[in-house]
């Protein structure tokens, strides 16, 4: 944190008279900075977590798109988007991490508060305007076209078969009761993985990780934040997160009337629900065998782990 301020001098010209720590998200931390009585939010991916490069790979080909959609779609004052730097860029780094800079949102994180009927409505309404849009947006798309790849699934092959004699102890006792089940996913994953890539789908924009811990109320306003996993995609990667919550009905009647000949693809659900259950459980792993974790941390990603194992064995 200390060489946050020349960073911020160096790359905005930004002369630092305040940070503040702020709860961060799952993959980066976070910070208020004051310059002067103007307040920024910046987040910090740290090159020491083994998780970085996944979440920072593509900043500079989602970004523009997210650009995009604030100046010219429905989506305008919904989401935020970087502070360039002197220079044009959409981030700046040094030896210890990634930096995004954005001006601060004065408002609340919705988390694990209930939305209310009026959030409901601007979120599935905001669903609806995102998935409006693809790859014949003025913006190239192509690197954040699915091509129903799973990256992260070679590794944690290897961790379950052949290295889980390996793992360190903790690890160990919590995974081995779930082998047979999280192999069992793995297998049907792949399977949809290559049947998925030779159908002819159609992709629009989504955002990927549709979650309270993802709204932000500011003001009269709700807003879509954390836009690192921006995808051109069936529409089912961002529907996952919406059809088991009690307000899907609601949100198919007020869909369809944008997108009139929809109909959930039960394969690509499939795909979208199990890929991310996998991928969180080897995010949960990854941290585990990868990064430097104090006592109580690796216990609460031992916690969040074991509930994910208990899901898919229950």
């Known amino acids: 944190m200390d060489k946050i301020p020349n960073l911020l001098k160096e790359h905005y010209d930004l002369e630092i008279t305040n940070i503040l720590p702020q709860r961060g998200g799952w993959a980066a931390l976070a910070f208020k900075v004051y310059c002067g009585k ?57 030896d210890e991490g990634i930096y995004l800079l954005y001006e601060y949102i004065e408002g609340e994180t919705i988390g694990e508060k209930a939305l209310t009927a009026g959030q409901i409505g601007e979120l599935l309404n905001m669903i609806a305007e995102l998935h409006l849009y693809g790859e014949e947006i003025p913006v190239e798309t192509k690197a954040l076209k699915e091509d129903f790849t799973v990256p992260f699934l070679p ?85 996952m997160f919406l059809i088991d919550e009690p307000y899907y009905d609601d949100f198919a009647h007020i869909y369809r009337k944008v997108h009139h000949d929809f109909a959930i ?24 065998l990868f990064d430097r974790q104090e006592a109580q941390e690796r216990a609460t990603t031992l916690n969040h782990l074991s509930k994910e194992l208990n899901e898919i064995s229950g």
Request: charged share 25%; aromatic share 8%; with cysteine.
């Open 155 to 239: 590794q944690l092959r290897v961790a379950l078969d052949r290295e889980v004699c390996t793992l360190p102890r903790d690890l160990k006792e919590l995974i081995t009761p779930h082998l047979k089940q999280v192999n069992e996913l793995a297998g049907t994953v792949e399977k949809l993985s290559v049947d998925l890539k030779s159908r002819n789908l159609r992709m629009a924009l989504c955002h990927t990780d549709l979650h309270p811990w993802n709204l932000m109320q500011s003001g009269g306003q709700l807003m879509l934040i954390d836009w690192e996993g921006l995808k051109l995609a069936p529409v089912e990667a961002d529907l």
């Open 38 to 94: 103007q307040a920024f939010f910046l987040k910090v991916y740290e090159k020491s977590r083994a998780s970085t490069p996944k979440w920072t790979a593509l900043i500079d080909q989602y970004v523009p798109i997210t650009v995009w959609l604030m100046q010219h779609s429905g989506l305008k004052g919904k989401l935020p988007v970087p502070v360039p730097t002197q220079t044009g860029d959409y981030k700046c780094e040094n």
């Open 265 to 288: 693809n039960p394969d690509v659900l499939q795909f979208y629900r199990y890929r991310r259950k996998l991928e969180d459980i080897w995010e949960f792993m990854e941290q585990l």
